[in-house]
């Protein structure tokens, strides 16, 4: 991973690891890069040529919206970088119970059935059916086999899965 990141983020990570499917990893990898080398670039160039030209505010700063707005890019240069600095890539192998990665079909009591994702928080998009491993659902069926029903509370609700097929975790990335 440090390949992928800046002298911004030389810095040894503080923050417990991020778990993240290599699809995100591999976008945000991509986000950064054209962040860095096409936007970057742009607005330093601004910002310059507003430090070259512009006569300074009395506290010495120079009002400038490029300026401004190079700075906000570098915050969302940051942000993902440190992300990026603490992601652990899921590595996707075969297994007969649910893990993290994993593509699991589930069975509702109602009879429908639905295929779920088992991810990392900050990937979680139930309308995708990425399903947060530290979630309800997601802890309930995390350990969990072909052949099994799980039931999770839902705002008070008990809603039963039954498991009707785990995947190969390479199917999520």
Do not use: C, W
């Not at 079909?105 to 900050?122: H, M, N, P």
Request: no cysteine; glycine share 6%; aromatic share 2%.
């Amino acid at each position: 991973m440090s390949d992928v990141l800046t002298s911004n983020a030389s810095a040894a990570p503080t923050r417990a690891p991020i778990q993240v499917t290599r699809q995100l990893y591999d976008q945000l990898t991509a986000q950064l890069e054209q962040l860095r080398t096409t936007q970057r670039p742009i607005l330093a160039r601004r910002a310059q040529r507003a430090r070259l030209f512009m006569a300074p505010a009395p506290d010495g700063s120079i009002p400038n919206g490029a300026i401004f707005d190079l700075e906000i890019l570098d915050q969302k240069i940051a942000d993902p970088e440190a992300l990026l600095a603490n992601a652990h890539v899921i590595n996707p192998t075969p297994s007969s119970t649910a893990k993290l990665g994993s593509t699991v079909t589930v069975r509702y009591d109602d009879g429908t059935e639905e295929k779920l994702t088992i991810v990392g928080a900050l990937e979680a998009d139930p309308s995708r059916g990425y399903v947060a491993s530290d979630s309800p659902a997601g802890k309930a069926l995390l350990g969990k086999a072909s052949g099994e029903k799980v039931t999770v509370d839902a705002d008070g609700t008990a809603v039963t899965l039954t498991i009707e097929h785990v995947g190969s975790p390479s199917a999520t990335a």
